[in-house]
């Protein structure tokens, strides 16, 4: 356990999105018991143990699925007709010829959303407070080109925060007009979900008049909100962060559909128990009238080849 907390933290300091599988509950004869943890990474790969191989494919699949959504899952592997069909779970099949029940919780763990700020206009200092309040990992870049993480404190030239920039970034641009076209062609040469600049409409248009003579294409620059924030008839530079930060949550919670593109592990149903095989990793293997079969174990593959029309036929 102690492994997985040390690796859990070190996950976490990386941003590398990450689930947490833990057995909730156990019927015997299976051999995981609650409290029992696993780490499942964005490719699949698990660490730690929650059950054997009836269990594994079954929580990796999920697991992305939950990276995917965002959302936590609680997931049963149960024998047929023991399915009670609870509202919120989500049941699989006990393959396992053993049989015995697991109920397994799922959670996501995901980067936190990133605060880019850029500039030094004294609404900055508020919206990096408002932004950690709200969980967001909070940096600040002078217009000069030097920038600071808030909470790491690294001096950090403006090149490395853009290269650092991903959909989960929230950026703000308020240089008070003396870097806004450097600063912004930084920021939308990448995949921020939300970019704004902090200026009058007017001044706004020469900005975009330039960075368009500079080859930045239109469709970036109409993803540029001006004026920034949301219109709630603030004045002093306190209510502008309130009404951007306020903005960026409502951009953050409508548009968030899909936090992680989990790759999609390609995988088959065992013919014999129904277990479901991933394709790369298969030891077992058998091809029949043009089709190749994957097989949980030496034992399915066997019993497959002594009836191959039998299981085919079900399968199909």
């Not at 959504?69 to 989500?90: H, K, M, N, T």
């Amino acid at each position: 356990m102690d492994d997985l907390v040390e690796r859990v933290r070190e996950l976490t300091v990386r941003g590398e999105p990450f689930a947490v599988a833990t057995v909730v509950r156990a019927e015997r004869p299976v051999s995981a018991r609650p409290g029992m943890k696993a780490i499942v990474l964005i490719d699949g790969t698990m660490e730690g143990w929650v059950g054997g191989s009836c269990t594994h494919p079954v929580v990796v699949q999920e697991a992305q699925l939950s990276l995917r959504s965002g959302a936590p899952r609680l997931i049963s592997l149960a024998p047929e007709g023991l399915d009670d069909r609870r509202e919120g779970v989500i049941h699989h099949l006990m393959t396992c010829h053993s049989g015995g029940t697991l109920e397994i919780y799922i959670e996501p763990v995901l980067p936190r959303p990133q605060l880019v700020l850029i500039g030094e206009a004294p609404l900055v200092r508020t919206l990096a407070e408002l932004g950690r309040l709200q969980g967001f990992d909070v940096w600040l870049a002078e217009a000069g080109g030097k920038g600071q993480h808030l909470e790491a404190d690294p001096q950090l030239p403006l090149e490395q925060v853009k290269a650092e920039i991903t959909p989960s970034t929230y950026a703000v641009v308020a240089t008070m007009g003396t870097a806004d076209e450097e600063a912004l062609e930084w920021v939308v040469g990448g995949d921020a979900a939300y970019v704004a600049l902090v200026s009058s409409r007017k001044r706004a248009e020469a900005v975009f008049a330039y960075l368009r003579s500079r080859g930045i294409p239109s469709e970036r620059l109409q993803r540029v909100k001006v004026p920034a924030g949301l219109d709630i008839g603030a004045v002093t530079p306190e209510e502008i962060a309130i009404s951007i930060m306020a903005e960026i949550i409502q951009v953050r919670r409508t548009h968030q559909t899909a936090p992680i593109e989990a790759p999609v592990i390609d995988e088959a149903t065992d013919p014999v128990c129904g277990m479901t095989v991933e394709v790369a990793s298969a030891k077992h293997t058998a091809d029949y009238q043009g089709t190749r079969y994957y097989f949980c174990s030496a034992h399915c593959k066997v019993t497959f080849e002594r009836e191959p029309t039998k299981y085919a036929m079900a399968k199909a």
